[in-house]
Nanobody, 116 residues
Framework: VQLVESGGGMVQPGGSLRLSCAAS????????MCWVRQAPGKGPDGASC????????YSADSVKSRFTFSRDNAKNTLYLQMNNLKPEDTALYYC??????????WGQGTQVTVSS
């Protein structure tokens, strides 16, 4: 049972990145799946979740206007399309499985750095 994120990197302000999260070992299509980020020295931020049918169940105000969340249940993959990136978006981005009001499975994270 695992989640593996990919797609992070360094990008200039105003740029875009697409993150992916590959799930294995469980019935991906049965769960709400979420993206959570954490910057150095700060708590988790920007939590946004998508339900099994692909509708956004929750999206943090800090990201909802610039980030798009999607999933492909046939490929057991969660996506995060990030546009108009800002330096304050710099963080380690995790995907997480939501279960009964908490996150019960986390990936290892992928680093996103927004800098000129």
């Amino acid at each position: 049972v695992q989640l593996v994120e990919s797609g992070g990197g360094m990008v200039q302000p105003g740029g875009s990145l697409r993150l992916s999260c590959a799930a294995s070992g469980f019935t991906f299509s049965a769960y709400d799946m979420c993206w959570v980020r954490q910057a150095p020295g700060k708590g988790p931020d920007g939590a946004s979740c998508i339900n099994p049918g692909g509708a956004v169940a929750y999206s943090a105000d800090s990201v909802k206007s610039r980030f798009t969340f999607s999933r492909d249940n046939a490929k057991n993959t969660l996506y995060l399309q990030m546009n108009n990136l800002k330096p304050e978006d710099t963080a380690l981005y995790y995907c997480a499985r939501a279960f009964r009001g908490s996150y019960d499975l986390w990936g290892q994270g992928t680093q996103v750095t927004v800098s000129s």
